[in-house]
C-alpha cells in the first residue's frame, strides 16, 4: 500500500513569513497526527484528527499555528508567522484504528527558519 | 512527559543481537509497551508491542519482566541498516496518543 505522504520535503523560509506543510495519509486512515521534531529530540504531538475532527490539539501554539483536515482525508499544517524556534521536522502520521501500534509515518518536511 | 527511562546511545557490532533496555516503572496495568524507530530523515516505524507477555515477530523479540518494570527489544542479528534512534512507549491501548521520549541512539558497527 502506498505510504503517508509529505511535501514539500524541505522548506528554508526568514522569520515572521508564513509556511504550509500537506500530508496525504493512507488511504481510509481515519485518525491523522502532526508531530514536531526538533533537532536531537523525539517526535512532539501537535494535534491530533479524527476523520475531520480535531480529537487533541492541546500542543498546538494556536497563535501561530493552525490545521485542517477537510473531507476527513488530506490535512495541512500552517505556521504564521514563523519563528526561528519553529526550525523543526514536521512529520505527519496516520492510523486505521485505535491501536497505538497502526502509526505509519510519513518522512516529514525540514523546516529552516532564518 | 514519556514514562520511560533508556540509555541515550548505545553499539553494537554487526551479526550480533542487540539488546536495548527501557525501564518503566510506574507503568499501569492497562498500559503496553511499544518500540519504535527512526532510521536517519525517516519517519519513526513500529517494530512491536506487548503487555506483559514475551512477544517476537520477524523484526524483533520483546522481553518483559515479571513485575512489568522494565523490558527489553533484542535485535537477533544487527545489520548496519538497524543503525537508528530506538524509541521505548508506554501507552493503553486505545489511548490513540505516541508520547515520544529521546530514545536510544543504536550504532551498529562493521
Known amino acids: 500500500e502506498a505510504g503517508v505522504a509529505q511535501s514539500p520535503r524541505y522548506k528554508i523560509i526568514e522569520k515572521r513569513q508564513s509556511v504550509a506543510f500537506w500530508c496525504n495519509p493512507i488511504s481510509g486512515h481515519a485518525t491523522l497526527y502532526w508531530y514536531q521534531q526538533i533537532l536531537g529530540q523525539g517526535p512532539k504531538l501537535l494535534i491530533q484528527f479524527q476523520n475531520n475532527g480535531v480529537v487533541d490539539d492541546s500542543q498546538l501554539p494556536k497563535d501561530r499555528f493552525s490545521a485542517e483536515r477537510l473531507k476527513g482525508v488530506d490535512s495541512t499544517l500552517k505556521i504564521q508567522p514563523a519563528k526561528l524556534e519553529d526550525s523543526a521536522v514536521y512529520l505527519c502520521?496516520?492510523?486505521?484504528?485505535?491501536?497505538?501500534?497502526?502509526?505509519?509515518f510519513g518522512s516529514g518536511t525540514r523546516l529552516t527558519v532564518v | 512527559d514519556a514514562k520511560t527511562t533508556q540509555p541515550p546511545s548505545m553499539d553494537c557490532a554487526e551479526g550480533r543481537a542487540a539488546n536495548l533496555p527501557c525501564n518503566h516503572s510506574t507503568i499501569s496495568g492497562n498500559e503496553y509497551v511499544y518500540w519504535y524507530r527512526q532510521i536517519h530523515s525517516q519517519g519513526p516505524q513500529y517494530i512491536i508491542h506487548?503487555?506483559?507477555n514475551n512477544e517476537t515477530n520477524e523484526m524483533a523479540s520483546l522481553i518483559i519482566t515479571e513485575d512489568r518494570k522494565s523490558s527489553t527489544l533484542i535485535l537477533p542479528h544487527a545489520t548496519l541498516r538497524d543503525t537508528a534512534v530506538y524509541y521505548c512507549?508506554?501507552?493503553?491501548?486505545?489511548?490513540?496518543?505516541?508520547?515520544f521520549g529521546q530514545g536510544t541512539r543504536l550504532t551498529i558497527n562493521p
Open positions: 512507549i508506554v501507552s493503553a491501548q486505545g489511548a490513540q496518543k505516541l508520547v
Open positions: 506487548g503487555l506483559k
Open positions: 502520521a496516520s492510523s486505521l484504528d485505535l491501536s497505538n501500534y497502526g502509526y505509519t
